[in-house]
């Protein structure tokens, strides 16, 4: 009993307390998605469609920008667990860098796929509004990189109440110039989906500015001000090392439900808006194993700094088992109540009937679907970004997106099918990383020594 009331007191409250306000801001995020969608909603199911196709076409690639920036985690947290505070201002630099660098091969990427999107067999009645939305949203791009690196880098030295704040505030500017854009308020024009994607840009530039503010504050007039800005190409090439596996990672797994978005758009309109609305739901409820994840990168990477690998170890174990906690009660609303969830968004009967099916099938893979995501988090407070880049390349587009393919227009289950991939995917991908990360763990545990992630 002493030894679970530690575990509790050491590592499970430490790991709520540091993801709590991580949460707030992971929540902060998908609410700006929730906000544009709600607020679409009234136009219609294909506006809502529309709008939800360029969204995610924009995530795909933006994420990836933001998954090369996860090194910072490691570097930053270790470093400050260290106590070496010069370092953690060095890798901001590198991140900056890496974060405008990183901007020029992403944004020509945009650029392509814009040119692509009448040719990639979106429903007729849709693609007009993907084709208004998602341009205006691409010029997001460059902020949100920025954003991205201030957030990381707040992140692993413990500051995450800023972080908070500002994604909470950042909706409620979102809201506003959403609703006075898209239906055209005072000397305003009615915009439509187009208003909702400007809502976006400036949400993301206020995001910058206050955490840029919130740095410079952290530094004024202290020896971080004397540091070079000149570019750390070694810093950088190791946050690309660290980095780019993690971005793969992420970007496999945001970028199947990219991919099972953009089939979807095959589909009747009734079909693509219970798809968004049910993915937006389902979203919302990831966030806080998301924040979790994070918060277990910094702890972990924090004792790894240490030299601490039972620390390490109680961190990561603590992140699972709060996790896991939270999704199976998250599962359970999500199986008894579908339908209260989906009215929030549409007062439509089909598409209120499809969205009530998909949540039915997320209730299946919650438990898994939080497992992945906090394993990942822990793995790369270790440094492991690697392997967990290949598991999710086999689980989600070896495996899931085909087989939902296979469901959805050859087995004749339609958007249901595709559910039902992700959720065989998500099982995989859930329980190969809770083996990686039981052994790396146990590796760190009997090996792991004191260092400084200066160099």
């Known amino acids: 009993m002493s030894g679970r009331g530690s575990f509790v007191r050491d590592a499970v409250l430490p790991m709520v307390k540091l993801a709590a ?31 939800g196709i360029g969204s995610t076409l924009f995530i795909a690639i933006g994420i990836f920008g933001m998954g090369i920036l996860l090194g910072l985690d490691t570097m930053v947290a270790q470093a400050w667990g260290a106590g070496d505070r010069e370092a953690c201002d060095r890798w901001l630099i590198a991140g900056l860098w890496l974060a405008l660098l990183a901007t020029i091969p992403l944004a020509l990427l945009l650029v392509v796929l814009w040119q692509l999107l009448p040719v990639l067999g979106f429903h007729p009645d849709v693609l007009p509004h993907v084709t208004a939305y998602f341009p205006i949203v691409a010029t997001s791009l460059p902020p ?54 400007w809502a976006t840009v400036i949400s993301r530039v206020y995001m910058v500015g206050v955490l840029g503010w919130v740095v410079w504050r952290l530094h004024r007039g202290g020896p971080a001000a004397h540091l070079s800005w000149r570019l750390p190409t070694a810093r950088v090439r190791r946050l690309l090392t660290l980095g780019l596996p993690a971005a793969a990672h992420l970007t496999f797994e945001v970028g199947v439900f990219s991919a099972v978005t953009a ?63 939270f999704m199976a009660t998250a599962a359970v609303a999500l199986f008894t109540t579908p339908a209260v969830f989906i009215r929030l968004f549409t007062a439509e009967t089909a598409v209120i009937a499809i969205g009530s099916q998909l949540l039915g099938v997320a209730a299946t893979f919650q438990l898994f679907d939080g497992l992945q995501v906090t394993t990942t988090g822990a793995l790369r407070g ?28 050859r087995a004749g289950y339609g958007v249901i099918g595709l559910w039902l991939g992700l959720a065989a995917s998500l099982c995989l991908v859930g329980t190969a990383l809770l083996v990686l990360w039981h052994r790396r763990i146990g590796q760190a545990t009997r090996h792991l020594r004191p260092l400084v992630a200066s160099s």
């Open 144 to 197: 949100l990189l920025i954003y991205a690196a201030l957030r990381r880098y707040l992140q692993a030295l413990s500051q995450v109440a800023a972080i908070a704040f500002t994604l909470v505030s950042a909706n409620i500017v979102n809201l506003v110039v959403n609703w006075v854009l898209i239906y055209g308020i005072g000397p305003a024009p009615a915009l439509g989906v187009r208003g909702a994607a």
């Open 263 to 325: 089939i979807a758009g095959q589909l009747p309109p009734d079909s693509l808006a219970a798809h968004h609305i049910a993915l937006n739901i389902a979203s919302v409820v990831f966030m806080v194993p998301l924040g979790v994840s994070a918060a277990a990168a910094v702890l972990v990477g924090q004792h790894v700094g240490r030299g601490d690998g039972r620390g390490a170890q109680r961190a990561g174990w603590a992140a699972i088992v709060v996790t896991l906690g």
């Open 382 to 409: 270790l440094g492991e970004t690697r392997v967990p880049m290949f598991i999710s390349l086999v689980g989600y587009w070896v495996s899931g997106l085909p087989l939902g393919w296979w469901l959805c227009f």
């Open 21 to 51: 306000p991580v949460i707030a801001a992971e929540l902060g995020w998908m609410g700006m998605g929730v906000v544009d969608t709600l607020m679409v909603g009234p136009l219609g199911a294909a506006p809502l469609g529309g709008t």
